[in-house]
């Protein structure tokens, strides 16, 4: 059972998203987990709605939501809004996900009632892992984190890609997907490289005092093993946890529209669904 909701940042961009609640009646406050998409992802992409109504099922509320700037407007299945998609910084992915979770805590989503404002998991898929963690942690109520072949880093290109950025003022890039032609904008690398500090993974995962689980496939062909390896590595002893998931690549074998669960997501997922379980 899903409700839909819309929500404004601080810079009143809207934010729509989705709330799923078990269909049975149960305990209530619910734990409420948090879902984040990746680069060119969606809220409605392939597993997302799946994977939200499984973590429902399991009695926790599961929140999935659109960055305000990942391109997809009102009719939430296509890239209709590229100028957006064009400056969709991290800073920006880090202020939508700031308010959701203040949303939850001011009690601003669908039967609120329901929700316990108090014990809230972070799941973030691919670069979703980096607002999952720089921003989830600034958050007393964000009890576990998650991510699912998450990045390390935000610096992912080399050095004459990034020499190209500048001199085009934008990055060419397809959706390999939709073929559609989506460039980002020289201020996404600006918004990188004026924060370093602040958005260094490695050393957030290093100051953690929640527990973490790394989710990752070892045949992940976009976000290579190795971070995942950084991610866990990092994070202090007795807070960690490695969940390899043999022979997966990035979506764990799915992709959009979504066909149905593969054994490799429903690894990844029961692992999550364990985890918040007991962490939250």
Known sequence: ????????????????????????????????VVICHGFKGFKDWGFFPF???????????????????????????????LDLFAINTFAKELEDLRAVLDAIRA???????????????????SRGAAAVILEGTKHANVRALTTWAGIATVNRWPEEVLREWRALGHLPMVNA??????????KVLED???????????ETVARLQIPYLVVHGD????????????????????????QIIPGAGHTFGTGHPFSGPTEELD??????????????
């Not at 899903?2 to 619910?30: V, Y």
């Not at 399991?58 to 990942?70: C, D, I, M, P, T």
């Not at 990188?192 to 490695?202: A, G, L, R, T």
């Open 267 to 280: 690894q990844a997922l029961q692992a999550t669904i364990d985890w918040f379980a007991a962490k939250c």
């Open 192 to 202: 990188i490289e004026s924060h370093q500090k602040e958005y260094d993974i490695e």
């Open 51 to 81: 994977v939200a109504e499984r973590l429902a099922n399991e009695g926790l509320a599961a929140v999935r939501f659109n960055f305000s700037h990942n391109g997809i407007a009102e009719d939430l299945q296509n890239f209709t809004r």
């Open 107 to 125: 009690g601003g989503l669908p039967d609120q009632g329901r929700l316990d404002k108090e014990r809230v998991g972070l799941l973030g898929h």
């Open 1 to 32: 059972m899903s409700h839909p909701f819309e929500l404004h940042n601080a810079s009143g961009d809207t934010i729509r998203g989705d709330l799923h609640l078990p269909k049975r009646p149960g305990r209530s406050p619910l734990p409420v």
């Open 177 to 186: 997907r939709t073929g559609q032609e989506m460039p980002i904008s020289v």
């Open 219 to 242: 045949e992940d062909e976009t976000v290579p093993f190795e971070e995942a390896l950084a991610l866990h590595d990092n994070t202090p002893r007795g807070l960690r946890k490695l």
